[in-house]
């Protein structure tokens, strides 16, 4: 059960001006009272200060003002000697009559503020009353999306509002989405609501029976909507807290929509992570001892045809072996199972690798190693870059003409002095004869692995026609930062 | 007298390849299936050198490490799988010797029991083809050139050198060659080791000596003569 916000206290003008006219009778009839009473002047002084007081708490400043200067007069005329004239004869009764005007004046004004004061703190009281209650509708209620428009209408007929609605920015305050309205809705609302989303001011302003108000809605600095309250008569303040609640809300409905969505991003994640150690150990374990007997074989069968076919089996099974690793590998990289682990590594050791790892290739083409002196170590991953290279000179050997070099370079990127570009070319048919830049089919799974475990390393992969004929392909990965040289401790 | 290994592996098809491979290269071979199997026939057979797989059911190969290595300082190499670099450096810090990674070539794997088999003790001098340490006089000839290196380059170079064909870890150089000052990086041992091998290395585009083992350090490859 939501409480009503308490509304802006209206002037009755009415009620002040009764007020006013009854003050001077009330006074009179207290005056009579006392004159039939014969009461003295002392009494009557302290009894005028009590009606003022009564008057004021009733009928405001004005009355007890009004009240003060009649009680004044009566109090000369009928009880300060000599008594019905507007004389006063000893000079102390002067200090006696102006202490009463001064008494009842300040006494009043008293009173009038006091019951300000407590009429502000009740309004306060019963808003942040409805602002609580107001907020459990909005927080405690649901995780239900969607429920978002019912808790602003809520909210709108909470604060006394007879029309409005919940407009949600999607992009920017001129792509908007009515969440909620009740009420028409003319064609200025969405100006009046793009204007204040756009400065992040409230608008007020009179019409109908109270008055509209345009509300900006702010979560961290930036305008994410605008709650419009028409005919509301509740305090500006009390509208501004309720925006700020609504676009926590706002804010809390999108938090929960994206959780229950990470949520199932999560577990399909933990489902492919699982999936791939058993894929990736059911494997590699056969792999394995097929690779080790074919070696046997190998060793057994040293010349002839069955020698060959045998050589060929087992290049073959180092190739299906690699690349199941590579795919394994990109898949557990996309899965988040398996984050590169970056390492200053040096481009010759990583060329090395590339021969020991391809001795096919070095057998059908010369391999051409070449580390600029001043080329850095490179700053990646060991592993992945040792794929990216095997990928791109697996690529290479098979478009080039038998007996070709392959050259493998490493130098400073040309641009970017915190860059290393490692570079494999052939004398193949080059690019624009083999295939477009993007076109996969043919340059296989090869280049796709590369670009891929490139990218996981902060590099990238680029294709380019040699001179002279044939292709490059160019790897620029970030290049590693050494200290200083430190010696160490000599005995 | 031939040297007898046991092998460790949950696999039998990998058991059985091993157990070829290595018969046929003269040693014993001893098998088990696990690493508490592993532990008694170790206690019961002595081997001289243990082959280990990591992941395995009841007891793994580090406890199989650590059952080793309480008993005495018998060479160890682990089998390893991509990936599992964390388990590779843990492994040595147990006390594993060697590692060789799934899949690896048969060859590879015999180099380093070769190499942990070789006991290269004290030498004075250690020679490898093109390239002769003199550790007393503090000399290295290369080609019957001699060669000038800064006294850090030179006790890098005879740590890595005494330990031919076996891995050597940042911890193990900053421990040995900077005296484990504090403050000594991966990156400092990088350093040094990246100007030894301009000066060691004839070719420094196709290391022939010294090659960096990801995450875990460096290895001189070149086979000890003699």
Redesign the interface.
Known sequence: MLLPFPSVPEPRPIRGILAILSAPILVGAMTFVALQLGANATTVGFAYLILILGISINGGFAAGLVGSLAATLCFNYFFLPPVRTWTISDPANWVALASLLIASLVASRLVVQARRQAENAEARRNEIEALYGLSIDLFAATNRVGALGEAATRALSNVGATGGGLILFADGPFSQNVISWIGNREDEVEDLAAGVGRHGQTLEFPAGGGRDVYLPLAMGGKMIGVLVARGSHATKRALESVAALVALAVERERFVEESSHLQALRESDALKTSLLRAVSHDLSTPLTAIGMQVERLQKQLEHGDLADTVADLAEQTARLRRRIENLLAMARLEAGDFVPRPEPTPAADLFRAVREHLPLVEQNHPLHIEVDDDSPEVYADPSLTLEVLVNLVENAHRASPPNSPIELLAHRHPFDADRVRLEVLDRGPGIAERASESDTARRGLGLEIARSFAAANGGQVTLANRPGGGAIARVDLPAAVLPAMVEAPQA | MTARILVVDD?A??RS??A??LGEQGYGVLLATDGADGGRVFDAQLPDLVVTDLAMPNADGFSMIGHVRASGATPIVVLS???G?ADKVRALDLGADDFVV?????PELLARIRAQLRRTGTRAQLDFPDLVIDVERRRVTQASRELHL???EF?ILELLARKAGRPVTFDEIIAV???G?PG??N??V???V??L?RKI?PD????KYL??E??VGYRFIAEPIG
């Open positions: 696999d098809s990998i390849s091993l070829q491979q799988v991509r990936g670099d799934k899949p690896f070539s048969t800064t006294p850090t006790a060659v900077w005296k000052a000594t990086t990156d400092a990088r350093v040094h990246g100007a091998r290395e420094p585009s196709n290391p090659v960096t990801p995450w």
